[in-house]
Structure formats: C-alpha cells, structure tokens
Nanobody, 113 residues
C-alpha cells in the first residue's frame, strides 16, 4: 500500500486549498478512504471519510460545510477540497485507506495571516 499526499501549502485565513492523494498497491475502489490531520502537539484526528464508491461521506464537526472529500476510482485518487480555512486547520494532512496500517508522508497545511 502506498499513499502519496500533495497540495498543501501556506494560505491566509479564508483561503482555499485542494489536497490530493495518489493510492497504489491495493484495490482502491473496494476501500473507504479518509483524510486525517495532526497539528503540532496534538493527536491525529479524523477529518473526513468517503465510501468506496463515493456515495457516502462523513466529516468532523469542525470542518463540516467547509471541506469536501471526493474520489476518482479510475485514477485511484482521493481529494480534500478545503475552503474558508482557519488558523486551527493548520496541520499535516494524511490520507488513509481503512483496513490498512500504512500512512503516507503527509502534506503540510499552514493557515496564517
């Protein structure tokens, strides 16, 4: 299982970013996918999950209405569209395939004025 995140960066509050995750090494279309994040000094937390076919999504309360998770099974990609970013969204973001123990290197998101 290999997961490679990209798309992070530095933005001002209120800005937007789109994170991408390229997956390989497993039958992507059969697995739920999630985005997690870990802020400095804090535990890793679940941000959003999407069903194997993309029909169902769930979000942490802190990001509802601002973030959107999606996937492209043909390309083996999962995305996280983040809007109206807040300083408390600053973290390293990771994608994760439910059922596997592997993690990618993550992508850093910094929200600061």
């Amino acid at each position: 299982v290999q997961l490679v995140e990209s798309g992070g960066g530095s933005v001002q509050p209120g800005g937007s970013l789109r994170l991408s995750c390229a997956a390989s090494g497993f039958t992507f279309s059969s697995y739920f996918m999630s985005w997690y994040r870990q802020a400095p000094g804090k535990e890793r937390e679940l941000v959003a999950t999407i069903g194997s076919r993309g029909w169902s999504t769930n979000y942490a309360e802190s990001v509802k209405g601002r973030f959107g998770i999606s996937r492209d099974n043909a390309k083996k990609m999962v995305y996280l569209q983040m809007s109206n970013l807040k300083p408390e969204d600053t973290a390293v973001y990771y994608c994760h395939a439910q059922g596997f123990g592997s993690w990618g290197q993550g992508t850093q998101v910094i929200v600061s004025s």
